[in-house]
């Protein structure tokens, strides 16, 4: 198995909903990311988990919070987002440390506030 | 902070005619990994360069490294409409072993 599975695919949701996003992998990769990712631009990192524990949290409002259940599974939970954290949600897994093989991202999920 | 920029951000060929897209560090790294993202897609890695002047080729990729290891560039032969999309390079700094520095990336447009 080589991919990253995210549920759900789209999700529309208002603003004063609570929600959560999923990731699973089973590539026995230790490190799993959140990205985000508005139109035209690059992927934007907001989370780094390695060993199943918080390594990175890049200045992530506090209406985001990731969640690593175990080693193959990452979820994101959302609360109270604005109409601004719409984008597309990318997770993404890698091996450990600097191993040469790229991060495989998942095909994401497409967040809309309203 | 450390940057990686990224040109041209967008690039219109003829379907045959051959692409190429360039990144600059402000710092050296560790490696560079180059993504290719299809519209209303997702990044799809590439390859990844570790090695000062590497040169490595995919069928009509060629990605080059440089000896200072802080640029790098990506060149497509003979254009094909499959190659449509955003490349992106990402560099790995030195002192970090996760977080990856984005270029901006780099739309590839085939003219009809």
Same mark, same amino acid.
């Given at each position: 198995?080589?991919?990253?599975?995210?549920?759900?695919?789209?999700?529309?949701?208002?603003?004063?909903?609570?929600?959560?996003?999923?990731?699973?992998?089973?590539?026995?990769?230790?490190?799993?990311?959140?990205?985000?990712?508005?139109?035209?631009?690059?992927?934007?990192?907001?989370?780094?988990?390695?060993?199943?524990?918080?390594? !990175?949290?890049?200045?992530?409002?506090?209406?985001?919070?990731?969640?690593?259940?175990?080693?193959?599974?990452?979820?994101?939970?959302?609360?109270?987002?604005?109409?601004?954290?719409?984008?597309?949600?990318?997770?993404?897994?890698?091996?450990?440390?600097?191993?040469?093989?790229?991060?495989?991202?998942?095909?994401?999920?497409?967040?809309?506030?309203? | 902070?450390?940057?990686?920029?990224?040109?041209?951000?967008?690039?219109?060929?003829?379907?045959?005619?051959?692409?190429?897209?360039?990144?600059?560090?402000?710092?050296?790294?560790?490696? !560079?990994?180059?993504?290719?993202?299809?519209?209303?897609?997702?990044?799809?890695?590439?390859?990844?360069?570790?090695?000062?002047?590497?040169?490595?080729?995919?069928?009509?990729?060629?990605?080059?490294?440089?000896?200072?290891?802080?640029?790098?560039?990506?060149?497509?032969?003979?254009?094909?409409?499959?190659?449509?999309?955003?490349?992106?390079?990402?560099?790995?700094?030195?002192?970090?072993?996760?977080?990856?520095?984005?270029?901006?990336?780099?739309?590839? !447009? !085939?003219?009809?």
């Amino acid at each position: 198995d080589t991919e990253v599975t995210q549920t759900p695919k789209h999700l529309v949701m208002g603003m004063t909903n609570k929600k959560s996003l999923k990731c699973e992998q089973h590539m026995g990769h230790r490190a799993m990311y959140w990205y985000k990712q508005k139109a035209k631009k690059p992927p934007e990192l907001m989370f780094v988990y390695s060993y199943e524990k918080l390594s !990175i949290n890049e200045s992530v409002p506090s209406r985001f919070s990731p969640e690593c259940p175990n080693s193959s599974l990452l979820n994101l939970h959302l609360h109270a987002l604005q109409p601004e954290d719409s984008a597309l949600y990318l997770c993404a897994s890698s091996q450990e440390k600097r191993v040469g093989y790229g991060y495989t991202f998942g095909s994401g999920t497409r967040l809309t506030v309203v | 902070g450390q940057q990686v920029m990224q040109i041209p951000q967008y690039q219109h060929v003829q379907e045959g005619e051959d692409f190429t897209t360039y990144c600059n560090s402000s710092t050296t790294l560790s490696n !560079i990994q180059w993504y290719k993202q299809r519209p209303g897609g997702h990044p799809v890695f590439l390859i990844q360069l570790v090695k000062s002047g590497e040169v490595k080729k995919q069928k009509r990729l060629t990605f080059q490294f440089g000896e200072a290891k802080k640029n790098s560039s990506l060149h497509i032969t003979a254009t094909q409409t499959t190659d449509v999309g955003t490349y992106f390079c990402a560099g790995l700094g030195r002192d970090s072993n996760y977080q990856l520095i984005w270029g901006a990336g780099t739309k590839l !447009i !085939i003219k009809p």
